[in-house]
Structures are given as C-alpha cells and as structure tokens.
C-alpha cells in the first residue's frame, strides 16, 4: 500500500492542550507528529521539551485528537454521484421521489445519462418501486439508472434498456419489476459506461472530500466488473495516489485472481457475490422469506469459494466475499474450510480473508470465522436503517430471525476481528453514528462497548489490509488522525454484563465522546493522513 508523496511529511508537528486518545498514554494531552509517524505521545508538562524543535505547534484548545477512521466497504464513485445528484434515501413517499426525479432530469439537460440512488418503497405509503413508463415520463425518455438503497436492484428508463442487447432475456429480468441479478448487472455495467471520464473523476474527487470531513482518512473500495468498471477503480486508485485526500484501498471483486493483482488490488475480494441483499429479497436463505414463497438467490457455491480462495492464498492477495443470508455464509465457511484442507489453516489464517456484511450468522458459522481466520467486514448501520421490531429486516425474515442478525458481540467474544464500514452509498459515511449503531445495536444482545466499536472503525480496518502497526496514536505508527470538537469523555459500556472495572478512571481507559442516542456527535474539526492535512476547519 503505497503513499501519496507529499511536501508535508517532513515537516514536524506538535499537538498540545487537547485530549489524544492513545494507549500509550490514557492521559495524553499531546502529540508530535514527524515524517508522517507519530513520534511521541504524552503529557502538556513534558510537551514543553519539544516546542522549540518543532515546525508548527497547534494548540487544540481541548479538543480530542483520535485515530482517523477506517470505512472498510465503499463503493466511492456511487458515493460521489449520491452526493452530487440525484439522491432519494430521504424520500418519503412514490409522489415525492417522482417530483425529485422531475427536477433532476430538468436541471441537466446535456448529461447523457441520469444516475440516481436510494429508493426504498419499503418506506413508502405506497408500498411499490417506480415503473417504467412513469420514469420515462418524469425523465422525458432519457436513460435513467435508479438504485434501490441496498444497490441489488434498480429501476430504469426504457431509453437504457435499449442501450442492452438481450437485456430481456438476462436473469433478472422481469417485465414491470425492478432488475436483480445479471439483467441489473448489465444495466449498471452500461450506465457507468456512459459517464464521462470527467464526471466519474468529479464523482471520486467529492466522495473523498467528503469522507476528510468526517474524520476518514482511508476508504477500501469495493470494485469489481459486475460492480464498476476498470477504469472506475484504477482511476480512483491514480487519483489517491496523486491528489490529498484519504488513501484508498482497491478490492476488486473478481474470480481472475491475476486481473485483481493487474488492477492494483489488494484482493480479489469485497463485493464477490455470494448472494444478493436482503431488501431486494436476493440474498441466499437456508428457510424460505416471510414475504416471499423463495430462498433468494446463490451466485457461488462452496466448491468455487474453495477453489478462488486457494488462487488468492497461492498468489499472496486477500480473498473475500459478499455474503448476507445464512446459506450464502455456510457457502462460504464451507468453501474456506475445504481450502484451509488442501493449503493448511495457519496459511488461510494469514492470509486474513474477509466475508463482507455477514448478516445472518448462527453459532456455528460464528466459530468458523474464528477458526479460520476469517475478519467479518460489517456495517453497523444497516441495523439501525432496517433493524427493529417493524424494520425491514422482520418484514423479510419475522421478527425471530430477524432477531438474530448482525451478531456484534458473539462475533467478538468468539475471536473473530471486525472491520467497520458503511457501503457507501447504501448508507452514508457517518463514522461516530457507525460506532453508536454498535454500541445501542436495536438488538440489546448484540451491542458492544463504544470503545469496542471505534476499535473496529479504525484499527480493524487497517488489520483487515493486513497492518498491525497502523490504527493508534503510539509511537512509530502512521500519522492517519482527526481532531474533533466533542464534549465530555467517558469510558460508555452498553450496559451491566460490561465489567464495570473497565469504566472506572483508575483502569486507565481512553474515554471517548458520549455517544448515547439523541446526543450530538462529534464534529471535525481537522483530518490528517500520513502527516498531510486533508481536511482543515480547526481554525475557522
């Protein structure tokens, strides 16, 4: 994982009067910065020995000083458009994402195509996606490529479906339905196609910008051919490498494990498609949807999975998976296991494949990740958007099963590393709401302690590449930080069977903002990434 070059990084840098959260130090009031490593961590009282070595002192004026967050799933040029167009996730009704649509397609008369994102009729008084012929009045017959929130189907104009050749024969394709499967495949592949060079790098340009102001200071993109395009991920890759902003980390999810490795990708990983989601009613079940006379959708079996990852293993890359219903899971834990039997488990282990979103998990799978080394790439906000007694979630699966997902505490306390992220933009960037949805999960079993979840968000994204040295203020690691204006810190566990010793200010914990339900969050105040200053508002 290569470095952006920058003038920055030989410049030293000392931290003092705030908060920095560091285990090297729970009291750490202060923090130089040189080369683009931490150099040392402590007190305002020793601080005073470095102020006059230094190139610049910044005064924190008590604001808390963390590691820069991680989002471990990101899909960043979606995540571009969501931001800079047409974006329905707060419509509330058909009616009302129809006139969004309207205005949209007005505003922008010269694009050759329409892109937008974040339908959810779940959500909607009326109960149904848009049809066609209503998208291609509201759009004046322009294509239009529409995503539902989980991004598994779409809703489009019969002007791109003429761009397809056989799109009607494709699986997926059902006349007056959203598209699933190959049939939106091949209208995303040809609505991606169609933007320009220079819209997708506006796109990439305003996901990072987005991602600084949030504390972000790395992204693992999530590409693949059934996902993006080439161009796409190695032009974000190129534009990482030669502008400020966040690193990025390219998973590009492909059976070729040698065109992964071509592209510049860490893995033949990330959204590998075991399965589908659970909203468009695709990802793979072992029992049948409470809504729906089916068992979803499978895209690999266990025999693949082995064979893709004994490839990954053998040429020294990541592998990883995208898998959601607990069948399309044991396809994949069956898959891992039948590699770890022809290569050994200490070499699977190292390898540190990864199983994306991992929803529906049951005892058994849990310590199967365990055994194998397997680091579960979650998103927490996808409880807190479809959890719940009358979510989504129990709507697909009854409330007993639907109990049962997103088990953030048995994965922890089985051994098994998490990684945090939003798959961007099925829900948004939003690190400090991510942590919250961990710690207030909607499943009181499943919560773990804020400091648990920020663990996730920052060092396990960095253990998920592969690097232990990166994730917290010591020392030697990199200099990936964001300082926050935040108010009181406290040690908050989500409730009694959390050892108390662990919240009282003798143990020596970090504290972190209060991020109890209701509260305001932390808000950026500076990211820095690699010594580089990427996002600055401290002093406006």
Not at 39 to 62: H, P, Q, R
Not at 153 to 173: M, Q
Not at 223 to 251: C, K, Q
Not at 378 to 395: N, R
Request: glycine share 10%; with cysteine.
């Amino acid at each position: 994982m290569s470095e952006t070059r920058i003038d920055s990084e030989h410049r030293t840098v000392l931290l003092r009067g705030g908060e920095v959260h560091s285990p090297a130090d729970p009291f750490a009031t202060a923090m130089v910065v040189e080369r683009g490593h931490v150099a040392w961590v402590g007190s305002e009282g020793a601080a005073d020995a470095f102020a006059s070595g230094v190139d610049e002192v910044v005064d924190l004026e008590g604001a808390l000083v963390t590691p820069a967050f991680v989002d471990a799933h990101v899909h960043t040029t979606a995540t571009g458009l969501a931001l800079t167009g047409l974006d329905l996730s707060s419509a509330t009704s058909l009616t009302e994402a129809a006139e969004l649509i309207r205005g949209y397609a007005a505003a922008r008369p010269a694009d050759r195509i329409l892109i937008g994102h974040g339908w959810d009729a779940a959500r909607w008084p009326e109960r149904r996606a848009p049809r066609r012929d209503e998208l291609d009045e509201l759009t004046g017959g322009r294509p239009l490529y529409l995503t539902r929130i989980d991004v598994h189907s779409a809703v489009v104009t019969t002007a791109l479906l003429d761009l397809v050749p056989g799109i009607r024969e494709l699986t997926g394709f059902r006349d007056g339905e959203p598209l699933t499967a190959d049939a939106h495949h091949a209208v995303r592949a040809a609505a991606y196609a169609a933007l320009s060079p220079q819209q997708r790098t506006e796109a990439q340009r305003a996901a990072r910008r987005h991602a600084a102001s949030l504390g972000i200071g790395t992204l693992h993109e999530c590409g693949g051919p059934e996902i993006s395009s080439e161009d796409d991920f190695t032009g974000l890759l190129d534009l990482a490498r030669e502008e400020a902003g966040p690193r990025v980390v390219g998973y590009w999810a492909d059976l070729d494990v040698e065109r992964a490795r071509a592209l510049g990708a860490v893995g033949a990983a990330g959204d590998l498609f075991a399965d589908g989601s659970l909203g468009s009613h695709t990802a793979c079940l072992h029992e049948a949807y409470a809504d729906a006379a089916h068992t979803g959708v499978s895209h690999l079996d266990a025999a693949t999975v082995a064979a893709h990852v004994v490839a990954a293993t053998e040429a020294g890359l990541q592998a990883g998976f995208h898998a959601i219903g607990d069948a399309a899971v044991t396809a994949v834990v069956d898959g891992v296991r039948a590699a770890s039997e022809k290569l050994g488990l200490a070499r699977i282990r190292a390898a540190r494949h990864r199983v994306e979103h991992a929803e529906m998990l049951t005892p058994e799978t849990i310590a199967a990740f365990a055994e194998l080394g397997l680091t579960a790439s979650v998103q927490p906000a996808f409880d807190a958007a479809w959890g719940g007694e009358d979510g989504m979630y129990t709507d697909r699966l009854g409330a007993e099963r639907a109990r049962t997902l997103n088990p953030y505490a048995a994965l922890l306390r089985a051994g098994v590393p998490l990684a945090f992220g939003s798959d961007s933009p099925v829900t948004p960037l939003d690190p400090w709401g991510t942590v919250r949805a961990a710690a207030f999960h909607r499943t009181p079993d499943h919560r773990i302690s804020v400091r648990a979840a920020f663990t996730a968000h920052t060092r396990g994204g960095w253990r998920a590449v592969g690097r232990d040295d990166a994730g917290t203020l010591v020392p030697g690691a990199p200099a990936d930080y964001a300082i926050w204006r935040a108010e009181e810190l406290v040690v908050q566990a989500p409730d009694d069977r959390v050892a108390r010793w662990s919240t009282d200010p003798r143990s020596g914990t970090p504290g972190l903002p209060d991020l109890t339900p209701g509260g305001d969050l932390p808000v950026c105040l500076r990211t820095v990434v690699f010594g580089q200053t990427v996002f600055d508002r401290l002093n406006g």
